[in-house]
């Protein structure tokens, strides 16, 4: 059974820093084709792609309005993943989940919920000004 935690939400002032983390147990890892990503939804909004990363093989995926600010990495020793967010702004504020697939993620499919069998129970971010 594969299980997703993640940990390291908070409130911050716009322009500060927070380390999201995801703690994976049950899901190999290394799979060649398969993925982890991030994903956040906002009161009253879809949610949204985030940032993703192969697990086998790096490849990483961020959404416009996050890159530049925001950086995805994993950990495979440890099973986690991390999403490093700087100069948050309001419109970051969410709750961010966590998610994990063995399928494939090239393309579009990085950001759609479909591609994604897995998900943790979510951390919230509060960007206040």
């Known amino acids: 059974q594969v299980q997703l935690v993640e940990s390291g939400g908070g409130s911050v002032q716009a322009g500060g820093s927070l380390r999201l983390s995801c703690a994976a147990s049950g899901y190999t890892y290394t799979y060649s084709t398969g993925c982890m990503g991030w994903f956040r939804q906002a009161p009253g909004k879809e949610r949204e792609g985030v940032a993703a990363?192969?697990?086998?093989?790096?490849?990483?995926y961020y959404a416009d309005s996050v890159k530049g600010r925001f950086t995805i990495s994993q950990d495979n020793a440890k099973n986690t993943l991390y999403l490093q967010m700087n100069s948050l702004k309001p419109e970051d504020t969410a709750m961010y989940y966590c998610a994990a697939t063995d399928r494939w993620c090239g393309g579009g499919y990085w950001g759609l919920t479909t591609t994604y069998n897995y998900w943790g129970q979510g951390t919230p971010v509060t960007v206040f000004l």
């Open positions: 990363i192969y697990t086998g093989g790096g490849r990483i």
